[in-house]
Structures are given as C-alpha cells and as structure tokens.
C-alpha cells in the first residue's frame, strides 16, 4: 500500500534545508522521453522531501536516501552522521531468488498472468492487465509479483474490501517499479554487473524499516534477494526485526512454492551477465540505411533520472510534433521475431536470438507478421504512450535486453559507432567510431551497409524489398539498346554468387508441385508478368533454391534444390533453359541439383505487352526483372531476399552441363 509520513522529521528538514542550495537542475534537451512512470521532472530535491514530510504528503517513491549525491534511490549507503536513527544489520543466510529468476526472460516461459489468476478464482483476475503491464515494462517476473502481492496484501487468495480499484492499480504499479528500480541498482553498484574496473564501495546497500530505522544488508547478496528484502521491510519494525524478516522471508518462500511448484527460484540456468557485448556487426542504428538522425546520450530504461543501467537512447529526426509527428519509420536493428508486450499499439520487441532483445516504444503503425530482417520497417516515430511514461516530442525510445535484463549499452556498436554512457542521464555519454567521437545529441548517418563491406562491392539486400527500395530494377523494354537483359526467346543461362545468414530468410520449404512454387521463397530474381504466362522466377525457400517458368499457355514448372545456401557462407549458383524444348537445370557450387522437362516457347517479355491493372493500376514493373526482392508489392505474402550477391551473368547461351 502507498505509505504516508507519520511525523515531521524536523532532523531531516534541516538537513534538506542546508543541501538544498547544492542542488544542480540539468538542461532539458529538445525532445526526451520514457516509458513506464518516469517524470521528466526528475529526482525531488531535499527541501521538496521536508515539505512532504512536514505536509504528511505521499512518500512512496522516497522511502531511502543518499545524501552525498542528493539522488533518492531505492537502495543506498546508510548516512551515518547525517541520520539520528540507529543503524541494526540485516543477515539472510540463504538467498531468496536468483537474479537470472527475478527477471521476465526465457526462465518464465509461456506463463499466462490472467489463466493463472481466474483458474483460482482470484479477485486480483480484473487487474490481470496491469498485472502484465507493469511486469512487462520493468522486466520483472510476474510470478515474483504476485507472490509478494499475496504475502504483503493477500490479494491472490482474497479480496480486500477496503481498498478502491485505483489503489490497487497503484500498489500494483508502485510494488513492480520499487523491485525494479532497487533491483537494478544493487546489480549495477554491488551485484554481479558491477564494473570490473569500478572501485568497491566503501558501504553496503541498505533498506528503511517501517518505524525509520535503517538496516544495512550483506552486499555480497543477489540482487533480487536484496530488492525483496526492500519491499518486505516496508512492513516490518525495528522490534524484533531478525526474527520478523526470518518469517516474512520463509512466509514468501511457503506462498511461492505453493503458487508455483514448478519453478525453482534459486535457479541458475537464465544467466543475464553475457560474457560479452553482441558481435560487432550484429545491430545497426535503428532507422533506415543513408538516413541522418539526432540520438541523445544513453539513459535508463525508465527515463527521467533514473539511475543505470542506462540501456537506453532516444532517436529522433528533429521534425513534426506529438500532434503531427513526421512520417519516419523506424527499423529493426538485425533479423529476429517480432512481438508486442501485452499486445500494446506503441511497443514492439525483437528478440534477436543468443538472448539479445532490442525494444522499440513510442511508435504508431507498427509491423505485424512473420520475422524481421535487419532495416525492415518495424513503426513510425511518435509520442504514443500506450504503456504509460512521458514524450517531449516524435522519437523511438531504443532499449536493449539481455535474457529478460536490461543491459548497459557501454561498449556495444550500432552501426561501428561504439556507445560509451556518461554519468548524466539524456545529457552525457559519447558515439565513437575510428577515432571520432561524437558527443550526446548530435546527428549520426547510417551506414552499416557500406561501413561493414570492408571493401568488397556485392549487393546487399536487407529482406524489405518494397516501393523501390531495396532493390535492382533491370529493364527489359529497351530497344534502342536491345534489352541485353530480356532472355527467353534463345537459351539461356543466368548465373551469380550469394551469401545468406541462418534465419534471414524465413520462408519454408517450397512444394515444387504447387503451381507459382518460386514465389513462395524469399525471391532473389523476379521477371514474373502479373496475372499473365511467359515469366520465371528464382527465391530460397527453406535455405534451398527453387527455379521457375511459366510458358504461354504451355504450362509450368518449379525445380527444387537440396543444399543448404543460407548458412553464412557464399555459393555460385547457375539456373539455365534450352529454348527449343524448354529443359531447365539447376547447378550449386558447379553441382547438378535438379533439372527438368519445362514449358515450350518463348518466354522473354513481349515487345507489345500490356500490363494488367492489378496494381492499384497497371503493373509497370512487369517491363523489368527485378533482383533482390519481389516485383509488384500487392501481395504482403511475398516475401523479399536478405543477403549478399554478386557477379550476376545473364547469357545467352547454355554454359553448363552435367
């Protein structure tokens, strides 16, 4: 429940009285934002604490403090001089939850909140929603949750008649945030993600009894047994407090295990210290490839002053407003699956494998469907705030996660451009790359595609492959010069190399049976007609490669291979047609793969073609064959390649045999 101040402290209001001068208000910078319910108000002042504590006002968010750096924090050292309360010591001989449990990652499953709470007929059922929401947002295992929702409130196994629909909501909200927020200090100050380099601190983390008393706590214990012991002392007196923490603590283990017999919290497996920072080359910035964005200095992944890690950089264009914000679209920063936490419109997430998560808020029109690749168009940028928090101004809100825990992006590369925090929120913090190091809200181009080419010159394709972008347009009606590119009417041999990554390119495996079987695949080469014969084909379905053609009239036929072409590596790859009878074959790595008797006749693209309007109008690619993507874009089924290639050939002529 929120706690209220029950006496007026006048120790402490004269100590906020002489640091109240010190205080330093930073610079707000042109647009800011955050999720959940960061304040862009920041951190109260120690003479605003005295008045709440003089007016009897709301004191939640304030119940510890750290007066050498004038922040209210969760956790902190214990004043000693500054504090005219006595200091007792805490001992927890085992710990409560690992910190790898204490987080929502892959340890917490397919758990659903709502399934769980009306299955036992819960009252708490009505705010399953807020339930997710807020566990969702600060990452925090909800089974956690609910656990200390039962032992604080009993609100799991019964109703509470005197207390209205928004406290609950609130307590809700106030209990996820508070493990959070202490959470995530403990771990970055004194828990296992503390800097190698960082110097120890001179003092342990501690927590606020009930009656104002400080207990300071072993530091040397889990994070999330820390952030519990925080929230149980809320309710717990100096009197007699070792032995009311020993049953608070074995009350919470007995609630846990009966609510969930199947997890063990003292589990190791979900490890969220990764024994380094992601590949290089894994993440782009997360706007389009040659685009010029403002990206603001690293902060938390609440916003506001909250403290580290600062996981976190708002991207922006500088354009539009929250009432017309610009249409810019944000992008996936590499391949992964898509999902919307608790389903809300302005929050997308991509989990990227390996553990590495990257978090889009702030958006409209987001994408929805099958995985992305790296550059796909994932939302525009906007001030939504579906899930609660605060937006100065249009911008993406660009978070990154490591099996469920917020991870500091100190030392991680988007675009080559290594990202270093400072120790100022929004206002600190740096971009380096090659000896040039950009500081906190300057403009930064993407080019990942020619930064990691290392100086090679084939064609990257990113999977998107839509309105003319990202994508090779060859015409084929172009007489003066003869249209070298229009093949069909002779043999015909079309040859290149190619490189794909495991899982860019996420399309089945094709049914070669099935009529049009090439254009379920990731298509590579597409010289289709809309709605009309004489047309072929070349996509990767299933990592393997498929070959087809449509005759005039004259019927169909899809050759399938069988080797793997999307494992990293680069491959050369040759389809060929014999014009006089229409035989096709197919060669990997200068192996026969398939062949096979095809349609007759010509298939090149006739001189008087006309195209169909199935094109929201007339289909005006048809005159060109297109390579890297798939042709018309009025199919969203279709799916485009992702990766390299190069040395493309068209001959015409029959250049291999078996």
């Known amino acids: 429940m929120r706690r209220t101040a029950r006496v007026l402290l006048m120790?402490?209001?004269?100590?906020?009285?002489?640091?109240?001068?010190?205080?330093?208000?930073?610079?707000?910078?042109?647009?800011?934002?955050?999720?959940g319910s960061a304040s862009p108000s920041g951190a109260p002042s120690l003479l605003s604490l005295s008045r709440a504590i003089a007016g009897f006002s709301d004191l939640r968010w304030l119940p510890w403090a750290n007066l050498d750096s004038q922040l209210w924090l969760p956790v902190a050292p214990a004043p000693g001089n500054l504090w005219r309360t006595p200091v007792y010591h805490l001992e927890i001989d085992t710990p409560l939850v690992s910190d790898g449990q204490f987080v929502w990652g892959p340890n917490v499953g397919d758990f659903d909140i709502g399934k769980f709470l009306e299955a036992r007929a819960s009252p708490l059922a009505a705010f399953a929603p807020d339930i997710e929401l807020?566990?969702?947002?600060?990452?925090?295992?909800?089974?956690v949750l609910l656990a200390i929702l039962e032992?604080?409130?009993?609100?799991?196994?019964?109703?509470?008649?005197?207390?209205?629909?928004d406290e609950i909501r609130a307590t809700i909200e106030d209990t996820a945030m508070g493990l959070a927020s202490t959470f995530y200090e403990h771990l970055e100050k004194w828990g296992a993600r503390r800097p190698a380099f960082a110097p120890v601190p001179s003092y342990g983390p501690s927590v606020l009894l009930q009656d104002g008393v400080i207990a300071s706590l072993d530091p040397a214990q889990s994070s999330g047994t820390v952030a519990l012991l925080a929230a149980l002392a809320e309710n717990i007196s100096s009197l007699g407090y070792a032995s009311k923490f020993a049953v608070a603590t074995r009350d919470f283990r007995t609630i846990f295990g009966a609510m969930f017999p199947e997890s063990d919290l003292m589990d190791t497996s979900n490890q969220i210290v990764p024994s380094d920072t992601p590949a290089d080359a894994m993440f782009q910035l997360p706007y389009p490839l040659g685009a010029e964005w403002v990206a603001s200095g690293p902060?938390?992944?609440n916003g506001g002053s909250s403290q580290p890690p600062f996981s976190s950089i708002d991207f922006f264009t500088g354009g539009g407003s929250c009432g017309a914000p610009p249409n810019q679209y944000v992008v996936a920063a590499a391949y992964g699956s898509v999902s919307r936490p608790s389903g809300y419109s302005c929050w997308l997430?991509?989990?990227?494998?390996?553990g590495w998560v990257t978090s889009y808020y702030h958006l409209q029109n987001l994408y929805s469907g099958a995985p992305v690749g790296r550059d796909t168009?994932?939302?525009?940028?906007?001030?939504?705030?579906?899930?609660?928090?605060?937006?100065?101004?249009?911008?993406?809100?660009?978070?990154?996660?490591?099996?469920?825990?917020?991870?500091?992006?100190?030392?991680?590369?988007?675009?080559?451009?290594?990202?270093?925090?400072?120790?100022?929120?929004?206002?600190?913090?740096?971009?380096?790359?090659?000896?040039?190091?950009?500081?906190?809200?300057?403009?930064?181009?993407n080019d990942y595609q020619t930064y990691y080419s290392g100086g090679l010159t084939s064609l990257r394709f990113y999977g998107y492959g839509a309105d003319d972008v990202d994508r090779l347009k060859i015409r084929l009606t172009d007489l003066t010069l003869g249209a070298p590119a229009d093949v069909g009417q002779t043999d015909f041999t079309i040859e290149w190399w190619m490189r794909a990554l495991p899982g860019e390119n996420n399309t089945p495996f094709a049914i070669c049976a099935v009529s049009g079987a090439w254009r379920s695949g990731n298509i590579i080469l597409d010289r289709d007609r809309a709605g009309q014969g004489r047309d072929y084909g070349v996509s990767l379905a299933g990592g393997s490669l498929v070959f087809g053609v449509q005759g005039d009239g004259t019927g169909e036929l899809n050759l399938c291979g069988n080797t793997t072409l999307d494992d990293g590596e680069w491959h050369h790859v040759a389809v060929q047609r014999r014009a006089s009878d229409g035989w096709m074959?197919?060669?990997?790595?200068?192996?026969?793969?398939?062949?096979?008797d095809g349609p007759n006749g010509d298939i090149s693209y006739p001189k008087d073609a006309v195209p169909l309007e199935l094109c929201s109008g007339p289909c005006t690619n048809d005159e060109f064959l297109v390579v890297g993507a798939e042709k018309h874009g009025i199919d969203p089924s279709l799916r485009s390649f992702s990766g390299w290639l190069d040395e493309l050939r068209i001959s015409n002529l029959l250049r291999y045999s078996a």
Not at 349 to 354: A, L, P, Q, W, Y
Request: charged content about 15%; aromatic content about 12%.
């Open 11 to 35: 120790a402490l209001v004269l100590v906020a009285l002489s640091y109240e001068g010190a205080r330093v208000e930073s610079a707000a910078p042109e647009f800011r934002g955050a999720g």
């Open 134 to 143: 807020w566990a969702t947002y600060s990452s925090l295992n909800p089974k």
């Open 151 to 165: 032992l604080q409130y009993g609100w799991v196994s019964g109703p509470s008649y005197s207390v209205s629909e």
């Open 299 to 301: 902060h938390s992944w």
């Open 349 to 354: 997430e991509i989990d990227h494998g390996g």
């Open 377 to 445: 168009k994932v939302g525009t940028i906007a001030c939504e705030i579906c899930a609660g928090g605060f937006s100065t101004g249009p911008h993406v809100h660009f978070s990154l996660k490591y099996n469920g825990a917020y991870m500091s992006l100190e030392g991680v590369k988007l675009s080559g451009w290594t990202v270093h925090v400072g120790s100022v929120p929004y206002n600190s913090g740096s971009y380096e790359r090659d000896g040039t190091v950009l500081p906190a809200y300057s403009r930064i181009l």
């Open 585 to 596: 074959w197919m060669y990997v790595d200068g192996l026969l793969q398939a062949q096979g």
